[in-house]
């Protein structure tokens, strides 16, 4: 049974999307939970009294993650109010693609700087708090199977998402003597706001065709591994990629 009780998780993005699902499927599991969110405090404000409403803490952080003072600020400041941290979930990102031609050094830039530079700015500033309380921790960070295959006009995207990937693999190795586990959670197309305008412009038949189990993610079905990453379940397994794709890329 997965068991969150008495953990104390922040959920860089969570006030929608997949981070959202997260933060809500946490507290259910028992955990306190931490959100930070970058310009919908309503959103993030609903997601709090959700958890609230589950007997549960929650705060939530307006934060930048590609600002090094606000990722630091939102989670020292979670660690400290909820006593410590234990468990760490990198949502935030951005998904937008742009053909070669067209694609400008400024596109680029923001593509990397939020979805790998703040994954790293994340875990740098909560690693401290797991190697303080002595009991090790757990990372999960929202890569893409774009970033395991390459994905064609979404070049700077699955960059991104491959870096972060080889990002996590190091941490796991460089963290696993502090009993830190570092794991990533690779989705497909899941039914989220970020990813609705893309698979209506490519087509929702043709999208939901390639996938085997019949239909797109969703944001529940990452959660779901999220906290089995997140708790005693998972305490062996770092430097992993699990893959939530409803079979859309099996591989030999």
């Known amino acids: 049974m997965i068991n969150l009780k008495g953990q104390r998780i922040f959920i860089a993005g969570g006030s929608r999307g997949l981070g959202r699902a997260a933060a809500l499927m946490a507290a259910e599991a028992g955990a306190d939970v931490a959100i930070s969110y970058i ?6 404000q609903e997601v709090v009294k959700r958890i609230e409403g589950m007997g549960r803490k929650a705060l939530a952080f307006k934060a930048d993650v590609v600002s090094e003072k606000d990722a630091t600020a939102a989670i020292d400041q979670a660690a400290k109010t909820l006593g410590g941290l234990d468990g760490l979930v990198v949502s935030a990102g951005i998904f937008e693609g742009e053909p070669i031609e067209k694609m400008t050094l400024e596109f680029w830039n923001r593509t990397m700087s939020i979805n790998l530079t703040g994954t790293f700015l994340a875990v740098r500033a909560a690693v401290p708090h797991f190697r303080r309380q002595g009991k090790g921790g757990s990372i999960v960070i929202y890569t ?22 080889m990002f996590m693999r190091s941490m796991a ?22 990813a609705r305008g893309p698979v209506e412009r490519i087509g929702r038949e043709k999208v939901v065709a390639g996938f085997p189990l019949g239909r797109i993610g969703l944001p529940e079905d990452v959660a779901g591994a999220t906290v089995y990453l997140l708790c005693d379940l998972a305490k062996f397994v770092t430097g992993m990629t699990l893959t939530v794709d409803g079979g859309k890329d099996m591989r030999g």
């Open 144 to 165: 893409s199977t774009a970033g395991q295959r390459g994905s064609e006009v979404y070049s700077a995207y699955a960059t991104s998402k491959g870096g972060q990937i």
């Open 173 to 194: 190795k460089e963290l696993a003597k502090d009993r830190i586990r570092v794991n990533c959670v690779a989705p497909a197309w899941t039914e989220t706001d970020m």
């Open 39 to 44: 310009s919908d405090g309503s959103a993030a």
